[in-house]
């Protein structure tokens, strides 16, 4: 099932460093729709529920106390291929590996502190803007 949106959260350490604001320019103009915002902190279960896949994982304590240092911004996008096209404007995990121009490279500084989520799948993008925004909170 293919979707025309997708979600996205700038990770805290973006937030820390200012860059909201030049994240969110990139979006737009690279095409997409904001349909749904807000800035927000997800508490330790928050992290541990929406990263549950990684839970078996070494990296799953660092990324629970990453993504619950400080706040986020979760967002839903909308455009024509949004989950592909979003993942291709974030960049490969690993900034040192990411295309110039990326999100990833320009503001993430580690695999660990990548600056911003963003889905792999329709189904996942639903399944994780759901977490974030009741349906009346998306236009």
Do not use: C, W
Request: no cysteine; aromatic share 8%.
């Amino acid at each position: 099932m293919r979707t025309d949106r997708t979600f996205t959260m700038l990770k805290p350490d973006s937030v820390e460093k200012g860059h909201i604001g030049a994240i969110l320019e990139k979006i737009n103009a690279a095409g997409f729709k904001i349909v749904a915002m807000k800035l927000t902190q997800m508490t330790v279960d928050d992290a541990k529920e929406f990263y549950a896949i990684h839970k078996e994982r070494p990296f799953f304590g660092e990324l629970v106390e990453y993504m619950t240092r400080g706040p986020i911004v979760a967002a839903i996008l909308e455009k024509d291929n949004a989950v592909e096209d979003f993942r291709t404007l974030i960049g490969a995990t690993n900034p040192e590996e990411a295309a110039e121009g990326t999100i990833r490279k320009l503001y993430a500084a580690s695999i660990g502190e990548n600056a911003v989520h963003g889905s792999d799948s329709d189904e996942n993008a639903a399944i994780e803007g759901a977490f974030h925004f009741a349906g009346r909170d998306t236009f």
